[in-house]
């Protein structure tokens, strides 16, 4: 099986696992990236179950909206059950890195959100150390000179991605060669520094739930 058809299974495996929990007043948080685009694509084929959908960037929203999926906006929802997303690695205390598409801070937001965060990822993206894949942190523009050199002195190799805008109006620096032997702490600490607005780190509230996809089928994992 491709990577491609690997995303296009774990998508439909969510949207198995959602199915028969959604009511008519239902609200689903939406991910960002190519993985949450196919499970997009697939809910919109069951529009008439659930109410709508909170986005976690502009794209997403876009993408619902041209399926005719009502997008709420997070301040009127209040909590809902389930956050469908993907991730750039995981690792088996379900621990991610995100933000390769930049969404990385509503991403969080709506995740933190959520009652059951479901991640939905193809089993390239599952690793022993998190960290070869590098780390994103959205900071404030004018902060980026400062934020680059304090992430120098915690052992990181910043990149700024350039011309990357975020929706928040923020911009990426892109931390390379990090072994993150303690995500949460690292997490905490990069979030610390001023003008960090956050990082892809998701050790603090790590997903619940893993649908991994293999050439084997779709494994369920939960967090230990
Ligand atoms: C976007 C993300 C995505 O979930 C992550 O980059 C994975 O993307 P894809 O599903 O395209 O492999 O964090 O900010």
New binding site residues.
Partial sequence: MTQDEL?QAVAKAALDYILPKLEKDSIVGI??????NYFIDALAEHQDLFDGAVSSSQTSEDRLKGHGIPVYDLNSTGSFEFYI????ETNERLELI???????TR?KIVAACAKEFICIADDSKMVDLLGAFPLPVEVIPMARSYVAREIVKLGGDPVYRDGVVTDNGGVILDVHNLAIKSPMELESKINQLTGVITN?LFALRPADTLLLGTKNGVQTLKAK
């Fill in positions: 995303k991910g960002t990236g190519s993985t949450a997303d993907g991730a750039d995100k933000g390769g598409g930049a969404a990385l991403e892809g």
